[in-house]
Nanobody, 122 residues
Framework: QVQLVESGGGLVQTGGSLRLSCAAS????????AGWFRQAPGKEREFVAI????????LTADSVKGRFTISRDNARNTIYLQMNSLKPEDTAVYYC???????????????WGKGTLVTVSS
């Protein structure tokens, strides 16, 4: 079982930046595709980005494209989400997840972290 721990959330002003990290407990993390999802209050969990561990390609949601960048460091068993030009609508709990499927569907994810809260003030 892969345990995932997110960090880096916090309070930031509109237009600011944050970098989220997600550390995995197992080296088998490197055999999974890894991604980020978010859930705002009263809304369903939504896809943010995912990184393909074989090809290195990434898939990013249109709502964050050009502002958020996903990356991974397999040597450190860690994935990152660099978030720039943050907007109040980016306020949510951000979760990292891993899957054998390269997919944007939350239902395809195998393991989840507990999340880290990002709050963007206007």
């Amino acid at each position: 079982q892969v345990q995932l721990v997110e960090s880096g959330g916090g309070l930031v002003q509109t237009g600011g930046s944050l970098r989220l990290s997600c550390a995995a407990s197992e080296r088998t993390f490197n055999t999974y595709h890894a991604g980020w999802f978010r859930q705002a209050p009263g809304k369903e969990r939504e896809f943010v980005a995912i990184s393909n561990m074989f090809s290195g390609t990434v898939l990013t949601a249109d709502s964050v494209k050009g502002r958020f960048t996903i990356s991974r460091d397999n040597a450190r068993n860690t994935i990152y989400l660099q978030m720039n030009s943050l907007k109040p609508e980016d306020t949510a709990v951000y979760y990292c997840a891993v899957s054998r499927a390269y997919s944007s569907a939350a239902s395809s994810m195998t393991y989840w972290g507990k999340g880290t809260l990002v709050t963007v003030s206007s």
